[in-house]
């Protein structure tokens, strides 16, 4: 991917497409944290989350609001290269991801097509 973008060159771009997100978020957990910018994703309904692990997490929130992210159910996630990633994660680093995809699409299609099994 070549290298990899600072945090304030990804603000502008658009969010991934809910197409991306539906592929890559497969997963669910109470808990995640994004490998590819370290913020930790929490769930806030009781019935995912321990009430107590929740108000933990909020008062972390408050401290370090940048470093936390609250969601109102399960958090949805997946793994790309390795790394455990949250769709709709602010940092917004799985649009490099869709843009290397969706730019290269070509070439993927001419390798799944010549590798497919009859």
């Not at 944290?33 to 994703?41: E, I, S």
């Not at 929740?54 to 929130?61: A, G, H, T």
Request: charged share 35%; net charge negative; aromatic share 10%.
């Amino acid at each position: 991917m070549g290298t990899m973008k600072k945090n304030e060159e990804l603000e502008g771009l658009e969010p991934i497409s809910e197409e991306f997100a539906n592929a890559v978020g497969r997963m669910h957990q109470s808990i995640a944290v994004c490998d590819l910018c370290g913020r930790t994703h929490f769930a806030t309904d009781p019935e995912v989350l321990d009430l107590e692990e929740i108000n933990e997490f909020k008062e972390l929130k408050k401290q370090q609001p940048d470093r936390y992210v609250a969601w109102d159910e399960w958090i949805s996630m997946g793994v790309i290269d390795s790394k455990s990633v949250i769709p709709n994660c602010p940092c917004n680093r799985l649009r490099l991801y869709e843009d290397f995809l969706i730019h290269h699409r070509e070439m993927f299609e001419d390798y799944y097509e010549a590798t497919k099994e009859d």
